[in-house]
Structure formats: structure tokens, C-alpha cells
Nanobody
Framework: QVQLVESGGGLVQAGGSLRLSCAAS????????IYWYRQAPGKQRELVAV???????NYAGSVKGRFIISRDNARNTVYLQMNSLKPEDTAVYYC??????????WGQGTQVTVSS
């Protein structure tokens, strides 16, 4: 199975941008859809963006038009470009495969903090 490691989080002011990376190991990476989720303190984990193996994308309404998910199969990496960040985007961000989500397996995530 594909194993994923998130990076790129940090502290940014409202209106700023960050790019998160999700680095994968495993030869089947290109065959997997990849999800980005986030979990804010005291809230349930929510799906933010999806990219399929074919490159189709979908977004939660709260981030549509601000976030862009992309993948580079040659680098075994998925990115989440986050623009026009808002304080409500503050959360731990996780990338995952559909299989791992169904199994309840999650990585460490990367913290994104947006100050007002």
C-alpha cells in the first residue's frame, strides 16, 4: 500500500498562501485517488479536496476557488495550493488514500495556522 507524509504547513496571515505537499512511497501511487482532509480543534475531520488517478479534482464548497489540488506522478507527490487563507482554514491537514481512510489509518498531518 501507498504510504503518505504531509509537509508544508506553518503560520500565515489571513490572505496569505501556503502549499502543502503529500509525498508518497509505493509503486502504485499513480493509480490512487488522493484526498486532502483537515481537522480543526473540536471539530470533525472534513474532506477538503480530491484528485483522482486521472487528474480530475473536486473541492469542498468552503475552499472552492481558493485551493488547488494537483499531482506530479513522476515525483510521487500531491500538492494542495492554498490561497486567500482565512482564520477558519486553521487545522491539521492530512492527505490519504481511499483505502486508508476506510481502514481508519491516518498520518501525522501538517499544522496550518492562519492568523487574523
Amino acid at each position: 500500500q501507498v504510504q503518505l507524509v504531509e509537509s508544508g504547513g506553518g503560520l500565515v496571515q489571513a490572505g496569505g498562501s501556503l502549499r502543502l505537499s503529500c509525498a508518497a512511497s509505493g509503486s502504485t501511487f499513480s493509480m490512487n485517488a488522493i484526498y486532502w482532509y483537515r481537522q480543526a480543534p473540536g471539530k470533525q475531520r472534513e474532506l477538503v479536496a480530491v484528485i483522482t488517478s486521472g487528474g480530475s479534482t473536486n473541492y469542498a464548497g468552503s475552499v472552492k476557488g481558493r485551493f488547488i489540488i494537483s499531482r506530479d506522478n513522476a515525483r510521487n507527490t500531491v500538492y494542495l495550493q492554498m490561497n486567500s487563507l482565512k482564520p477558519e482554514d486553521t487545522a491539521v491537514y492530512y492527505c490519504n488514500t481511499p483505502w486508508a481512510v476506510n481502514q481508519g489509518y491516518w498520518g501525522q498531518g501538517t499544522q496550518v495556522t492562519v492568523s487574523s
